[in-house]
């Protein structure tokens, strides 16, 4: 029954921000590691963000850091991404999906993900960044 539902995505202006959820049902977030990824049209999938599940470290991919935040609030048993400076770039479909292991760092998170070990749920949310 785990399942991931996204949400908080929209069209924004260039410069605006956006706080994308993940809520969790059927498991419990607290002892999982989470990943963020985006995928626009034609790109392949890619990551943005990782939270980890033993000791909250927290890590970005190159093209977020200092524009991106991940937290957890485990009272809703939901993941969050803040967003903010939004670029055109931006534009994509965002996912998020657990790991059941911690993290060290975003690098980690991507060769977990490219060996197939997170695991994706929901249709992820759209977010659109135009003038």
């Known amino acids: 029954q785990l399942q991931l539902v996204e949400s908080g995505g929209g069209l924004v202006q260039p410069g605006g921000s956006l706080r994308l959820s993940c809520a969790a049902s059927?498991?419990?977030?607290?002892?999982?590691?989470i990943g963020w990824f985006r995928q626009a049209p034609g790109n392949k999938r890619e990551g943005v963000a990782c939270?980890?599940?033993?000791?909250?470290?927290?890590d970005y991919a190159e093209s977020v850091r200092g524009r991106a935040a991940i937290s957890r609030d485990n009272a809703k048993n939901t993941v969050y991404l803040q967003l903010n400076n939004l670029k055109p770039e931006d534009t994509a479909n965002y996912y998020c999906?657990?790991?059941?292991?911690?993290?060290?760092?975003?690098?980690?998170?991507?060769?977990?993900?490219?060996?197939?070990?997170?695991?994706?749920w929901g249709q992820g949310t759209q977010v659109t960044v135009s003038s």
């Open positions: 999906a657990v790991y059941s292991k911690p993290l060290s760092s975003f690098i980690q998170a991507l060769v977990r993900y490219y060996a197939g070990e997170f695991e994706h």
């Open positions: 939270i980890s599940s033993s000791d909250g470290v927290m």
């Open positions: 059927g498991f419990t977030l607290d002892g999982y590691s």
